[in-house]
């Protein structure tokens, strides 16, 4: 568990400084909305895929330090990357999920993560797709503003 806390929130939250100094106003936009998605994502997709180590209950715990991490600052280098730099969406939105279903495939290899009643990395890069695109419209329609 001491790997999911380095790597899934502390290294996340490191580099999450940098936008913290560069826009405060995003990052309390941001992660609220993908900590709940990615808790959502899951806790729900437990039963097709386990991240070591194995709980015997509450196995969800093993994703906090990701929900809470590691997804909130690559949703935030997402926002950062279409919004900052005016660059076209689609194509970022493709990028990342490529980039995101490429290290989660690494934690496979590495026993991190194993896929089970028939998931694959293909379904993983939609869920990516989907939720990256989730993010970009609800910064669009509801957290673009000043306020």
């Known amino acids: ?31 609220p909305f993908v900590s709940i998605l990615s808790l959502i994502i899951n806790t729900t997709g437990n039963k097709y895929w386990l991240v070591t180590p194995k709980l ?4 969800y715990l093993t994703t906090f330090p990701q929900n809470f991490g590691y997804f909130p600052m690559i949703g935030c280098l997402f926002i950062y990357t279409l919004y ?7 194509f970022w939105t493709i990028v990342f999920a490529v980039v995101s279903s490429a290290v989660e495939f690494s934690a496979i290899l590495f026993g991190k993560v194993k896929y089970r009643n028939g998931w694959t990395i ?12 989730l993010l970009h419209c609800y910064y669009t329609f509801f957290a673009k503003t000043k306020a």
């Open 1 to 31: 568990m001491a790997v999911n806390i380095i790597f899934g929130f502390l290294f996340p939250w490191l580099f999450g400084m940098f936008f913290w100094k560069k826009d405060k106003r995003m990052v309390r936009k941001v992660v």
């Open 56 to 59: 015997k209950k509450q196995q």
């Open 84 to 90: 900052k730099k005016q660059t076209h969406t689609l």
């Open 122 to 133: 293909i379904r993983t890069f939609f869920v990516y797709m989907c939720s990256l695109w």
